[in-house]
């Protein structure tokens, strides 16, 4: 038997700061695969999935399908994309919530409806838009959050460049 080399240190996480990464097998179209994140992003994920009615594979199943879709757009071959899906997730993550701050903003921003990627990075244009063939016009590739009064509002990352 192949010896695999030391055992990582363990690292007791005091519930303070940021915690290490952490390595949590999912389900990505039927395939099992790895993803590493922080605890408090793999606690997003669950959240998100919660208020959602998503699974946390589903969810990210749903989003690595969007990188691909996002990826055809641009007339690329998905495995051509320099985007990860743990660098998708971590975006995911933060776009969802920065729509929602608040129970009132959360149904402000249309979440719980079956589409938390509504006002994401992932949220695709309707396919009648494309459906001549035509590229979308130039411009921002999806919508961005609205900003509160007084406050100029985010950037949004693009992943169409």
């Known amino acids: 038997m192949a010896k695999r080399g030391p055992k990582k240190k363990r690292v007791s996480s ?7 990464l952490k390595s949590q097998n999912i389900m990505i179209g039927g395939h ?3 993803m590493r994140l922080e605890p408090t992003m793999w606690d997003a994920l669950e959240e998100i999935g919660r208020r ?5 594979n589903r969810l990210c199943t749903q989003i690595k399908e969007r990188i691909e879709e996002q990826a055809r757009r641009r ?6 994309t320099d985007v990860t899906l743990t660098s ?5 993550i933060a776009s969802y919530f920065r729509r929602a701050c608040t129970e009132d903003g959360h149904l402000r921003a249309g979440h ?4 938390p990627f509504a006002g994401t990075p992932f949220e695709l ?4 838009e494309e459906a001549d063939g ?3 016009a130039a411009g921002p590739a999806f919508s961005t959050p609205a900003s509160p009064v007084g406050l100029p509002a985010p950037a949004t990352p693009r992943f169409d460049a």
């Open 14 to 20: 005091s519930g303070m700061g940021v915690e290490p």
């Open 32 to 34: 099992r695969t790895s």
């Open 52 to 56: 959602e009615g998503f699974t946390v």
């Open 75 to 80: 007339g690329m071959m998905p495995d051509e």
């Open 88 to 92: 998708a997730v971590r975006v995911f």
């Open 112 to 115: 719980g409806g079956n589409d």
């Open 125 to 128: 244009p309707p396919a009648a």
């Open 134 to 136: 035509a590229r979308p």
